[in-house]
């Protein structure tokens, strides 16, 4: 997943910048500085001229250049576009914490979703924002996940953090962790663990993925004896899957599991919680991770890291994940199609196979 392959068709890509105050912006040009993007998909900044230049001016990155477009009736797939969300002047104060960061990372979101409706991009990668600083009206939302679940209109989504090494998914997210044992239900587990095979048969092209199932509790339980989620929701969920024709395995200690390399074994991994899931994947996950949002009609990536206000404007974020998301969407994209292809009309192609074999 290092690179996404080059095809006649490149996508159009939009790309939201996240907090104006973080990394966004800058990991953004970065990555598409290097005109070999260029190569595989069509990229789409949603910002303004004004941010993009001060933060090409404070890179000192000659390499960049863009075009201006308002609408997409201008756009060059030869070069990367900005569309224009805003006009009036932003006071942009790199590593500030501030309403303005919140505010614009909103708007180039929405407007970004909107494009993204109406098919005018055919992806979209997601720069970091700040899950407080964003909070308004028009997004009360604990992240990008359960926005863009309502934008499209999910009956559920997963959170699926992939690398080229493991691919895990969250059972619940941004939840505190006092609360997270009232989402683990049967009901709960079989829809996740659903959609992550659906997504692992359309998305990466696995035929018949293994997935597997972590415990809630240390040492999963240990047959009731620290907690009985295991027993009451867990396996029920995993034995109802295999009975639906998911090929669900668990529940396993997460300790043993990550630290014995088992995951090595499956093609999916769900977690009951957010760090259950994220430390290990950020500590063993081979190349840079992306986090994906599974379930949707749409393609949707992100970097696996935060908006890093600590390093924001001083010119040494590194955008290798950034990269790797704008890689994922375009390979996802393309899986998507395929299986499209694949899948169409099946009836009418064994009827076309059996005339052809009565000739």
């Known amino acids: 997943m290092s690179t996404a392959t080059a095809h006649p068709h490149r996508p159009v890509i939009g790309i939201s910048v996240g907090d104006l105050n973080s990394i966004g912006t800058e990991i953004i040009i970065k990555t598409f500085a290097d005109n070999r993007m260029l190569d595989l998909c069509t990229p789409v900044i949603f910002a303004s001229n004004k941010t993009i230049n001060f933060y090409r001016k ?92 309502q934008a499209f209109n999910g009956k559920d989504v997963l959170m699926f953090m992939v690398a080229e090494n493991m691919r895990v998914g969250l059972l619940t997210e941004h939840v505190p962790v006092a609360g997270i044992a009232q989402y683990v239900t049967k009901e709960n587990i079989l829809s996740k663990l659903q959609l992550m095979k659906d997504s692992l048969v359309r998305d990466f092209g696995i035929d018949k993925p293994r997935i597997a199932v972590l415990g809630l509790n240390p040492h999963a339980g240990d047959e009731g004896l620290i907690g009985d989620e295991e027993i009451k929701h867990i396996t029920p969920a995993i034995k109802h899957a295999k009975n639906n024709n998911i090929l669900a395995f668990g529940p396993y200690s997460a300790d043993a599991f990550f630290a014995r390399h088992m995951y090595a074994q499956f093609d999916g991994v769900l977690a009951m919680y957010h760090d259950q899931g994220l430390i290990p994947f950020k500590s063993l996950a081979s190349g840079e991770g992306v986090n994906y949002t599974a379930g949707l009609s749409i393609v949707r990536t992100s970097p696996d890291h935060g908006t890093a206000f600590d390093i924001a404007g001083k010119n040494i974020a590194d955008e290798a994940s950034f990269r790797e998301a704008v890689f994922s969407c375009i390979d996802i994209i393309q899986k998507r199609k395929t299986y499209a292809e694949n899948t169409a009309n099946p009836l009418k192609k064994t009827e076309i196979a059996s005339e052809r074999g009565a000739v």
């Open 58 to 149: 404070l890179l000192n990155e000659n390499n960049f250049n863009y075009q201006s477009i308002k609408d997409f009736t201008r756009i060059n797939p030869k070069q990367v576009s900005v569309f224009n969300c805003w006009e009036e002047e932003v006071q942009i104060t790199p590593g500030i914490i501030n309403e303005v960061g919140g505010k614009y990372a909103a708007r180039s979101l929405a407007v970004a979703v909107e494009c993204l409706r109406s098919k005018q991009i055919e992806g979209l990668v997601t720069a970091p924002i700040h899950k407080k600083n964003i909070q308004s009206q028009d997004f009360n939302y604990t992240g990008h996940t359960p926005y863009l679940q």
